[in-house]
């Protein structure tokens, strides 16, 4: 066999192959032998018909069939000689074959194509935010621990902010006219909340049941606001049960009065927003290659990405979903994680990491011994071997942005979570 490879670009390439008649006579025989023993002819017992009467009956069927039983051999041999791996399936063209004659065809593929890292040791400078919490987000956090316990009292004198409304929610087109498909039933809104205040806050004002209001919102991943049209069911207040002494006991142990109870709940979201500025520094190192490395990806991995979340968003959607646009839409983020994928490839292997089996081990025995009455529970999830690899994937990222974080020239930002809410209120303003 001879194979010949041309490559058209970083990651398109061409294989041709030619397969000598005497390298295929002897497979060609067996398959005519396999044929003739279904075939069926008049005068003849089946698998009985002579070669030569099969041949002079079938003859183009016989080599068609041939031919493409053998690509499949001879092309996984030549991806082998090449030492190529394929990221889709090839396009086979220019196939000739006739008995006595050699086998001709050509391939073209798609590969992963070679990482060319950026010189990230020396130059990577990325900026992270740092968060700073006030009182005011440790009095949003208890609000939220209270109304985990609140009862809920029936309103009957007409809506106010800070109550619940039980709603039906109807998208509405431009011309006021409902949209087939787009309700919501059966929704609360907390009035006053995000884009239930501002310009939202005196429409859902003072509304009992089956009342109707119009109030204006985001449209759902479309981007951009659209009108709703609410239909009351239920207007209800939260009385929220007393900060004192036993419930502070019993939504945190280690707190022995309020004081205590502010400390613990102000660590947590230090922790928390920590957590969150680790997160948006691992994105900004993700941006600083995607940016800074000269890679197209494979478009053929970037629509095989698609196709997987097109085949789960219609079984999650069934008839309201629209395949083309999310196509269309999907594509700059689709084709930003394939590429995120080829350079995390290229830097763990740069970086030598790895995540050997006592390691996982380990994590997971520290996740069972965190875990109390779930460990049965826990044990049975990471005896499967995706779970497990899943993991795995997770520890090795955390090994690489360490690592990342190591050669990176870090710019801290000072925000207060006090500038976020003004942006968030300024933002349900707008609705």
Do not use: C
């Amino acid at each position: 066999m001879k194979t010949n490879l041309k490559k058209f670009n970083d990651y398109t390439q061409r294989i041709t192959v030619s397969v000598p008649w005497e390298d295929l006579e002897s497979a060609f025989e067996d398959h005519i032998r396999r044929f003739t023993k279904k075939v069926r002819l008049p005068g003849f017992r089946k698998g009985k018909v002579p070669k030569k009467v099969v041949i002079q009956n079938f003859g183009p069927e016989l080599e068609a069939e041939f031919a493409q039983n053998s690509i499949e051999l001879h092309y996984a041999e030549a991806l082998q000689e090449h030492k190529l791996v394929p990221v889709n399936r090839a396009t086979i063209e220019d196939l000739s074959f006739s008995e006595g004659s050699s086998l001709n065809f050509t391939a073209t593929l798609e590969v992963e194509p070679e990482v060319k890292l950026p010189k990230y040791q020396r130059k990577m400078k990325v900026k992270k935010n740092v968060y700073t919490p006030d009182e005011t987000d440790v009095d949003g956090y208890i609000e939220e621990v209270r109304r985990q316990f609140a009862e809920l009292k029936t309103v009957e004198s007409g809506s106010q902010k800070g109550h619940l409304l039980l709603v039906d929610m109807q998208e509405l087109d431009s011309s006021g006219i409902p949209i087939i498909g787009k309700k919501v039933e059966d929704r609360y809104l907390l009035i006053g909340d995000g884009v239930f205040g501002g310009n939202n806050l005196a429409r859902l004002t003072g509304l009992k049941v089956d009342d109707t209001a119009v109030i204006e919102a985001a449209a759902g991943s479309e981007g951009g606001t659209a009108k709703y049209q609410v239909t009351v069911k239920n207007v209800q207040e939260e009385i929220f049960p007393e900060l004192d002494e036993e419930f502070i006991k019993k939504v945190d142990g280690e707190a022995t009065d309020e004081a205590s109870f502010r400390q613990n709940v102000q660590k947590r979201i230090e922790e928390r927003l920590d957590r969150e500025s680790e997160g948006h520094l691992n994105e900004a190192i993700v941006d600083y290659f995607i940016q800074s490395a000269k890679l197209e990806p494979p478009p053929s991995m970037v629509d095989n990405m698609i196709d997987n979340a097109i085949e789960q968003a219609k079984s999650n959607n069934g008839k309201t979903f629209d395949e083309e646009k999310y196509r269309t839409d999907a594509r700059p983020s689709v084709t930003r994680s394939v590429k995120w994928y080829l350079l995390r490839k290229a830097l763990v292997e740069a970086e030598e990491l790895s995540v050997q089996d006592e390691e996982l081990d380990s994590h997971i025995e520290e996740i069972l011994e965190s875990s109390k009455d779930e460990k049965g529970q826990v044990r049975r999830y990471y005896k499967k071997s995706s779970n497990r690899e899943r993991l795995r994937d997770d520890l090795l990222d955390g090994k690489l942005f360490e690592k990342l974080k190591e050669y990176a020239k870090v710019s801290e930002v000072a925000i207060a979570t006090s500038e976020l809410r003004k942006q968030r209120e300024l933002a349900a303003e707008g609705a």
